[in-house]
T-cell receptor, first 113, second 117 residues
Framework: AQKITQTQPGMFVQEKEAVTLDCTYDTSDQSYGLFWYKQPSSGEMIFLIY??????QNATEGRYSLNFQKARKSANLVISASQLGDSAMYFCAPLCYGQNFVFGPGTRLSVLP | GAVVSQHPSRVICKSGTSVKIECRSLDFQATTMFWYRQFPKQSLMLMATSNEGSKATYEQGVEKDKFLINHASLTLSTLTVTSAHPEDSSFYIC?????????????FGPGTRLTVL
């Protein structure tokens, strides 16, 4: 995977509402994985969710779900019922076979009380 | 499981000194470790990939004589920033993976914030 685009450098969401963070990528590979990470102000990278390109169902993990559209090469992260602790940077990272992680530019999410 | 530690978490040094950052996988053997650098308000950029017992593979534009990587064991990799200068000030993050057990998933350390005065 090469170019990764996260079109929203910053987003605001009201507490308890849902928010969608966009991610599109460019790859010619058919088999790859998609990761989303959260980075709070402390700096640690927290793994959120993973989707394999051949997975037929969109991945879900608690309040996190992926809206994966392979033909469009997009893997948007949906956070339901936002919490104040969700305020952080969010990075999309496709991983193609035989290659290393390439992180998108990130989206800074701010949850408003 | 799958815990990765980094030491130190924060270091401040004078220009011209060398700084060593350790990355340890605490409860698994890491077949591969990765070193990333992150400047303020930017994304993580891969610096190098290291496999135990072999030379690190550096990304384009990363000076291997400047950033020395030693992967001496399956649980420890070190990054030494030699003759550090203010432009080397950054957040350095390592990650580790065990291809056999965990496939592609990388487990990240908490990061080291380097400030060079």
């Amino acid at each position: 995977a090469q170019k990764i685009t996260q079109t929203q450098p910053g987003m605001f969401v009201q507490e308890k509402e849902a928010v969608t963070l966009d991610c599109t990528y460019d790859t010619s590979d058919q088999s790859y994985g998609l990761f989303w990470y959260k980075q709070p102000s402390s700096g640690e990278m927290i793994f959120l969710i993973y989707q394999g390109s051949y997975d037929e169902q969109n991945a879900t993990e608690g309040r996190y779900s992926l809206n994966f559209q392979k033909a469009r090469k997009s893997a948007n992260l949906v956070i339901s019922a936002s919490q104040l602790g969700d305020s952080a940077m969010y990075f999309c990272a496709p991983l193609c076979y035989g290659q290393n992680f390439v992180f998108g530019p990130g989206t800074r999410l701010s949850v408003l009380p | 499981g799958a815990v990765v530690s980094q030491h130190p978490s924060r270091v401040i040094c004078k220009s011209g000194t060398s700084v060593k950052i350790e990355c340890r996988s605490l409860d698994f053997q890491a077949t591969t470790m990765f070193w990333y650098r992150q400047f303020p308000k930017q994304s993580l950029m891969l610096m190098a990939t290291s496999n135990e017992g072999s030379k690190a593979t550096y990304e384009q534009g990363v000076e291997k004589d400047k950033f020395l990587i030693n992967h001496a064991s399956l649980t420890l990799s070190t990054l030494t920033v030699t003759s550090a200068h203010p432009e080397d000030s950054s957040f350095y993050i390592c990650s580790a993976t065990d291809w056999i057990q965990s496939g592609n998933e990388q487990f990240f350390g908490p990061g080291t914030r380097l400030t060079v005065l």
